[in-house]
C-alpha cells in the first residue's frame, strides 16, 4: 500500500475512536442489591488459573500486570467502544476530553512517511517558533520519522513539561531542512475552527466534543456576527468529527433549536441509562457554571442551516445531525454517517484506573437508532467533483467486530465489493505517484462546502449519482 494511501486510511479511521461518552469520576462502591449472585464456581477458575499463572509460569509475572490484562480481556468482548483504562490509556483519555495536553503544539498528518503539519495551534510553542503548514518533520530528536506510525510520532512529541524536544524541518517552499528546538508546555487543542467564506456567509466546523467546544463555539460564533450582523447563512461542518461529550452535543444542537424541545434520549438496563436531553440549560450546564449559549444572537435559531457530514461522523455529531434533521432545522449533505448509536459511561475504579463501559443506546427525537446504520443525508454529496475517492474504505461501526445489532442484519455484498474495487485503484494510483489528497476542510477546493453554499444560496447543487443508502449489516462475530 503506497504511503499517500496510508495517509487516508488514518483520517478515515478517525471515527473509530469517537465515543458519546457521560462522565461519571466518581469511585464505583455498589451493594449487591438488585444484582444475581456471583458465579463463584467460574470465579475460582479464574483465582485457580491466576495461581497456576502466578506459579507455574516459564518466567515471573507481574501480579498487578496479570490482573489488568484479565480486566480488559473481560471488557474488550462486549463491543468495540468498552475499555479498561490502565494508568497510561487513562491519562491519555482524560487528555482527548479535557483538550488539554503536554506538547509542541501541530496538527499534523503523514505524507510520503514523514509527518506533515496541517496547522500549528495559535500560540502554542511551534506558532511561536514559527512552524508553517506544510512543513514536514523527518526527524524527532535522533529518530528519523520514516517507519514510525502517526501515534508512534505523537508520543515521542509529547512529553512533560519544561523539556525540550528537537525537530527536523523540511520546508518544500524554501526547499531546505533545518533543525529546531521547541520547549514543551500544555497545550488547549482547538476543536472549533469559523470563518465568513464570502459576504452573508460562514462555515464552522467542529472536530470533536470536548470540555472546552461550546465555548469555543460561542466564541466563534459571537466573532462570525460581529462580521457579518446580517447572516445570511451557515455552514456546520461535523465531516471526521468523532464525537465526545454528550453534553457537547446536547448544547450545540440547543443552539440552533427552540428551547425545551427533545435532542437525543438514551436507554440501557440501569435506571441511570433512561433519560431525554432537551435544548435547554439545564440539560447541558456543568453545576456552578453559567449558559456558554446565553450571549448568542436570537437570529442564529432561524438563520438557514446545512450541516456537513461523512463517514467519519461519529456519535456526538450524529446526535447533532439527527436532531436538527428530525426537527427540521437544517438540511443535512454529505454521505451517511458512521453509525455509532452507544453512550459510553467512565466510572473511575481507582486515583489512576477506570472503567469505560457502554451502557445505553441513544435515539434521535422521532425514536430512531442509528446504530450501525448511522444519519442518511438529506442530500447526498461526492467528496470531490470527480466522485468520491476514500469513501469506500473508510470504516464504520458496523465493520467492527462485536459491535451492537441494530435488528435484523443482512450483509451488504456490494459494499464489500466496492471497498475492494477502490482499494485496488487507490493502490494503483499511489503505485503511479497519481494519487490526490482530499482537499483541507474550508478551502476554496472544498466540494462539499462549496455545494452546501449552493444549497443556502438557491444555487444548482451536484448531487452525488452513485451514493444511496445503506441499510445496517451483519453483525461479525
Not at 19 to 45: C, D, H, I, K, N
Not at 98 to 116: A, H, Q, R, S
Not at 182 to 205: D, F, N
Request: hydrophobic content about 40%.
Amino acid at each position: 500500500m503506497g504511503a499517500k494511501l496510508k495517509v487516508a486510511g488514518w483520517v478515515a479511521l478517525g471515527a473509530m475512536a469517537g465515543a458519546l461518552t457521560t462522565m461519571q469520576l466518581q469511585a464505583v462502591a455498589r451493594s449487591g442489591t438488585g444484582l444475581s449472585p456471583l458465579p463463584l464456581e467460574e470465579l475460582q477458575q479464574l483465582a485457580a488459573v491466576f495461581g497456576m499463572v502466578k506459579s507455574d509460569y516459564v518466567e515471573p509475572v507481574d501480579e498487578k500486570k496479570l490482573i489488568n490484562d484479565a480486566i480488559a480481556g473481560m471488557v474488550a468482548g462486549l463491543d468495540p467502544h468498552s475499555q479498561f483504562f490502565d494508568k497510561k490509556n487513562f491519562k491519555e483519555f482524560r487528555e482527548g476530553t479535557t483538550g488539554k495536553f503536554i506538547g509542541v503544539g501541530i496538527e499534523i498528518g503523514m505524507e510520503d512517511g514523514l509527518v506533515k503539519i496541517v496547522s500549528p495551534i495559535e500560540g502554542s510553542p511551534a506558532f511561536r517558533a514559527g512552524l508553517k503548514s506544510g512543513d514536514l518533520i523527518s526527524r524527532i530528536d535522533e529518530t528519523p520519522v520514516k517507519g514510525l506510525t502517526i501515534d508512534q510520532a505523537v508520543k515521542k512529541m509529547r512529553g512533560e513539561p519544561a523539556t525540550k524536544v528537537q525537530l527536523t524541518i523540511y520546508r518544500k517552499s524554501e526547499s531546505r531542512s533545518f533543525p529546531i528546538t521547541i520547549i514543551r508546555e500544555e497545550i488547549k487543542t482547538q476543536s472549533v475552527r469559523a470563518k465568513v467564506v464570502e459576504p452573508g456567509y460562514a462555515w464552522l466546523r467542529v472536530s470533536q466534543f470536548q470540555d472546552r467546544t461550546i465555548d469555543d463555539f460561542a466564541r466563534k460564533l459571537e466573532e462570525i456576527y460581529k462580521q457579518e450582523p446580517n447572516l445570511k447563512g451557515l455552514v456546520l461542518d461535523l465531516r471526521n468529527d468523532p464525537g465526545g461529550l454528550l453534553e457537547g452535543a446536547v448544547a450545540l444542537s440547543a443552539a440552533f433549536l427552540p428551547k425545551d424541545v427533545d435532542v437525543v434520549s438514551t436507554n440501557g438496563q440501569i435506571s441511570e441509562s433512561k433519560a431525554t436531553f432537551k435544548s435547554s440549560p439545564e440539560y447541558y450546564v456543568r453545576r456552578g457554571s453559567s449558559d456558554p449559549l446565553r450571549k448568542l444572537p436570537a437570529a442564529l435559531k432561524n438563520v438557514p442551516l446545512v450541516v456537513l457530514v461523512n463517514e467519519g461522523s461519529a456519535s456526538a455529531s450524529e446526535i447533532v445531525a439527527g436532531a436538527l434533521q428530525d426537527h427540521r432545522r437544517a438540511t443535512i449533505m454529505g454521505a451517511q454517517t458512521f453509525g455509532k448509536g452507544s453512550v459510553q459511561t467512565v466510572r473511575q475504579l481507582s486515583p489512576e484506573t477506570a472503567l469505560k463501559i457502554t451502557t445505553a443506546r441513544y435515539y434521535t427525537p422521532s425514536g430512531r437508532s442509528i446504530q450501525a446504520k448511522g444519519i442518511v443525508p438529506d442530500v447526498m454529496l461526492d467528496e470531490t467533483a470527480e466522485g468520491n475517492v476514500f469513501a469506500a474504505l473508510r470504516m464504520r461501526e458496523a465493520d467492527l467486530e462485536k459491535h451492537l445489532a441494530n435488528g435484523p442484519e443482512a450483509k451488504d455484498e456490494a459494499r464489500e465489493k466496492a471497498r475492494e474495487e477502490a482499494r485496488a485503484k487507490l493502490e494503483a494510483e499511489a503505485k503511479k505517484n497519481e494519487l490526490k489528497p482530499l482537499p483541507e476542510f474550508g478551502s476554496g477546493e472544498d466540494f462539499p462546502l462549496v455545494q452546501a453554499l449552493n444549497k443556502l444560496k438557491g444555487q444548482p447543487v451536484a448531487v452525488s449519482k452513485t451514493a444511496a443508502e445503506r441499510k445496517a449489516e451483519a453483525k461479525t462475530e
